[in-house]
C-alpha cells in the first residue's frame, strides 16, 4: 500500500482509459507540457509531430488539459478535409497547436501559421523528420522557426537519432 500510493494511479488496477495523471509518466510529456505553457504566454503556434498515432492521443490529452483549441491531422483524415485543417489553422489565431502524424502530414502543408515545431519522437527515416520540420520553413514564413526534438537519452531513441545524424 505504501508503494501504491506513491504510483500513478495509486492500484494495480487500471482504468481502460488514461490515468489522468500520465504527465508524470513520461519525461518527455512533463517537457511537452512545459514548452506548451512557455509558448502560450509568448502567444507562439506550436506544430507537435508524432509518427505513433497512439502517441497523438496521449499528447492530446496533454494539450486538452490545457484547455487550448488546437486541431489534429494524421492517417485517418481524409484528403477531402485536410486542406480545411491546414486553412482553419492559418487563418485562427485561437487554435494554438496542431498534432500531426509526421507520415500524413510531413508531405506538402504549408503552416507558416506555426513559429514552433516540436519532433515527439524521432523516426528511422530522418527524411520523415526533416519534411515534418519544414512545413514552417516555407515562404510567408514572417517568424524565426524553432525546431525542438524530444529524445530520451539511453535509450533505442537516441541511437535512432544518432544514426539520423550519420545518414
Known amino acids: 500500500p505504501d508503494v501504491l500510493a506513491e504510483l500513478p494511479g495509486k492500484s494495480y488496477v487500471r ?3 488514461l490515468m489522468d495523471d500520465h ?19 509568448r502567444s507562439d503556434r ?3 509531430f508524432s509518427y505513433s498515432t497512439k502517441t497523438l492521443d496521449l499528447i492530446e490529452n496533454c494539450v486538452k488539459a490545457h484547455g487550448y483549441k488546437f486541431l489534429r491531422l494524421d492517417g485517418s483524415t481524409s484528403t477531402k478535409k485536410r486542406q480545411g ?4 489553422f ?22 507558416t501559421a506555426a513559429n514552433k515545431v516540436i519532433i515527439f519522437d524521432v523516426n528511422w527515416n530522418p527524411s520523415y523528420d526533416e519534411q515534418a520540420q519544414d512545413r514552417a520553413f516555407r515562404i510567408g ?3 524565426d522557426v524553432e525546431v525542438i ?5 539511453g ?13
Open 15 to 17: 482504468d481502460a482509459g
Open 23 to 41: 504527465l508524470s509518466l513520461s519525461g518527455k510529456m512533463e517537457v511537452l507540457d512545459y514548452c506548451l505553457d512557455k509558448y502560450n504566454q
Open 46 to 48: 506550436v506544430l507537435i
Open 85 to 88: 485543417l491546414v486553412d482553419k
Open 90 to 111: 492559418q487563418n485562427d489565431d485561437s487554435h494554438k497547436a496542431f498534432l500531426i502524424s509526421t507520415k500524413a502530414g510531413g508531405l506538402g502543408l504549408n503552416l
Open 141 to 143: 514564413q514572417e517568424r
Open 149 to 153: 526534438r524530444l529524445v530520451s537519452q
Open 155 to 167: 535509450t533505442v531513441e537516441e541511437l535512432m537519432y544518432a544514426r539520423q545524424l550519420y545518414k
